[in-house]
């Protein structure tokens, strides 16, 4: 079945550190993918999505390629602030289900 | 606020007893999904609703475990003779259209402890 798969956390980082949060997925058909980020003691918020091959899509500086060839969407940041300490999870839905299937979250920790 | 609203945020329960988490989708969505987090995983499916109808409860536990989406009123998730093992979080989502490309937007979260 669908599946996603994400690098181990904790990530720790220094300010205005270089972020890469890796994201694989295996899928039968073409789905839909997302980054979910969840602070602590909240729920998730939409981060960013694409929705086909190629696309890129990006929010608050965060980036993440759509990439077919290699199943990825990696979640890039460039320069990484305190306050993005949290959990980011990846997700993907198929086209032909509305189902998230989740990545087990990467816990990011910024040190000032 | 417009957003998804989940009630309460935190419930303890004795073993035995039922739990009643509440979700109001947000304004103008008429999709609402259930999933559940297990202390440091990912969250899981459960249910999947449509005002009055549920559509898929694929990841729902075959016992003790329903929910409902009445014409009026929120969606809730009922959980009867709550065991340890229920302890989770609990995070309702509602989406305007039941599509894969439709972002499904969460609410906070019910955080349930048994005891």
């Known amino acids: 079945g669908d599946s996603v798969t994400q690098m181990e956390g904790p990530v720790t980082l220094s300010e205005e550190a270089c972020l890469t949060i890796?994201?694989?997925?295996?899928?039968?058909?073409?789905?839909?993918l997302f980054w979910y980020v969840q602070y602590p003691g909240e729920g998730l918020q939409l981060l960013l999505k694409a929705t086909k091959a190629d696309d890129k899509g990006s929010n608050k500086g965060f980036e993440a390629t759509y990439r077919k060839e290699t199943t990825s969407f990696h979640l890039e940041k460039g320069s990484v602030q305190v306050s993005d300490s949290a959990v980011y999870f990846c997700?993907?839905?198929?086209?032909?289900?509305?189902?998230?299937?989740w990545g087990a979250g990467t816990k990011l920790i910024i040190k000032p | 606020n417009a957003g998804v609203m989940q009630n309460p945020r935190h419930l303890v329960r004795r073993r035995g007893q039922e739990a009643r988490l509440r979700c109001s989708p947000m304004?103008?969505?008429?999709?609402v999904y259930w999933y559940r987090q297990l202390p440091e995983e990912g969250l899981k499916f459960m249910v999947y609703?449509?005002?009055?109808?549920?559509?898929?409860e694929s990841g729902m536990p075959k016992e003790r475990f329903s929910a409902e989406f009445p014409k009026e009123g929120p969606s809730i998730l009922r959980i009867q003779q709550v065991v340890r093992g229920d302890s989770a979080a609990y995070f309702c989502?509602?989406?305007?259209?039941?599509?894969?490309?439709?972002?499904?937007?969460f609410g906070d979260g019910t955080r349930l402890s048994i005891l």
């Open positions: 989502a509602s989406s305007l259209m039941g599509q894969a490309n439709q972002p499904q937007h």
């Open positions: 609703l449509q005002k009055e109808n549920i559509i898929d």
């Open positions: 304004k103008g969505h008429s999709h």
């Open positions: 997700a993907l839905s198929e086209d032909s289900n509305y189902q998230l299937i």
């Open positions: 890796n994201c694989t997925y295996t899928a039968t058909g073409y789905p839909s």
